[in-house]
């Protein structure tokens, strides 16, 4: 039998910052400028730090349950029938986070680049590529995201660090924004993107060292989140808070304001935009592959596969339900705030009962867990 626990900490870093870093990059800087204006930054700070207390609370839990996910320690702590509830709902909500991302990405390739292609089309194509993608098991899962880490994180390191010489310290300015008391629904807006994170519920019981999460945590949201926080202080510096106000996707606008030294390559969204089509994938097939897993822990089903293909016509419809890009982000934001409550207050609740029941998992090496796929 293949060893269950062959995932590192490094690994499970690179998993979270691919994970994380998504088709959300784009629409990044308006969402916090509308809450923010000058204080962007900070809007996105804040949003940083609120999504780590999900991501916390999902590593000291995998801690004590090494060798389970939320599906099945959840089961311990409440009772199978409270956990069942909050299963369906971790995998109802995270099915919609698919269909959401899968239309986001739809829009903006129609938009952007294939204007005469259907956006049915790049709805489903990318949808089953993360469906066929899902029939491995987190070994392979794993690989495959260490093996994108550095094609997302060095061009986006390279656009943001180019398009700051053309920033001005000025739009900056006040740090704290012009109106602070209205910042709280775009830092909740903000932490929404952090929430693929969740992802790390299902790699913690295949880690070699699981005692080392919350260290692969810490670090995959400095990377993500840090890189999350110099796209917003560039895209600030560089148009100013009331012009990004007026751009749909200011990131893609930031990538075609900036240019290689010597002119090199005067634009570098088209780049840019084949560096964010991988970031799309590795998202997407990190929350398509949790709602499979997760349904598999639920029913206590060994083979994943069979449900690779049979979500994917129920997220497609999904996908196309809203009637059009501004009615799309509204519902964005509505599920991403109402989500906190499924990947911060969930895990919340799940650990101060574990405390207060004494509830704990085996130790690593006891009742290890079986790979799927």
């Not at 400028?33 to 804040?46: K, M, S």
């Not at 999902?58 to 909050?86: C, H, T």
């Not at 990131?251 to 634009?267: D, F, G, H, I, Q």
């Not at 897993?293 to 449900?307: E, H, T």
Request: aromatic letters at 10%.
């Amino acid at each position: 039998m293949e060893n269950p626990r062959q995932i590192t900490t490094i690994q499970s870093a690179a998993i979270l910052v691919s994970t994380i870093i998504g088709v959300g990059v784009l629409p990044l800087p308006l969402f916090a400028v509308r809450a923010g204006d000058a204080g962007a930054p900070l809007v996105t700070l804040l949003g940083m730090i609120v999504g780590f207390v999900g991501l916390a609370l999902i590593s000291v839990l995998g801690m004590r349950f090494p060798n389970q996910s939320i599906i099945q320690y959840s089961e311990d702590i409440i009772g199978k029938w409270l956990a069942a509830i909050g299963s369906l709902f971790i995998i109802a909500f995270f099915a919609v986070l698919t269909s959401l991302a899968a239309r986001e990405f739809g829009e903006v390739v129609v938009t952007s680049v294939l204007k005469k292609t259907p956006l049915e089309v790049t709805v489903v194509v990318m949808l089953l590529l993360a469906a066929v993608s899902t029939r491995n098991n987190l070994t392979t899962f794993a690989y495959m995201h260490l093996f994108y880490f550095p094609f997302l994180i060095g061009p986006a390191i390279l656009i943001v660090a180019l398009s700051l010489k053309n920033a001005d310290s000025i739009n900056l300015l006040p740090i704290w924004g012009n109106n602070p008391q209205h910042m709280l629904p775009g830092i909740l807006t903000v932490a929404s993107l952090f929430q693929g994170s969740f992802i790390l519920t299902i790699v913690i019981p295949a880690m070699s060292r699981p005692d080392k999460a919350m260290k692969a945590s810490i670090g995959g949201m400095l990377i993500a989140g840090g890189l999350y926080v110099v796209i917003v202080v560039a895209a600030v510096g560089v148009f100013g808070a009331e012009e990004i106000k007026n751009l749909l996707w200011p990131t893609l606008e930031l990538a075609k304001a900036t240019s290689l030294p010597a002119n090199v390559l005067e634009r570098l969204d088209a780049a840019f935009l084949a560096v964010w089509v991988t970031a799309v994938f590795t998202t997407l097939f990190s929350s398509y592959y949790l709602t499979i897993r997760a349904i598999c822990n639920l029913f206590r089903l060994k083979d994943q596969n069979m449900f690779s293909f049979f979500l994917l016509p129920i997220v497609f419809i999904m996908a196309m339900l809203p009637q059009n890009i501004l009615q799309m982000y509204a519902i964005i934001e509505d599920v991403g705030r109402i989500g906190l409550f499924i990947t911060i207050g969930y895990p919340g609740l799940l650990f101060i009962l574990s405390l207060i029941r004494g509830k704990r998992g085996d130790h690593v090496g006891e009742n290890p867990v079986e790979p799927i796929g």
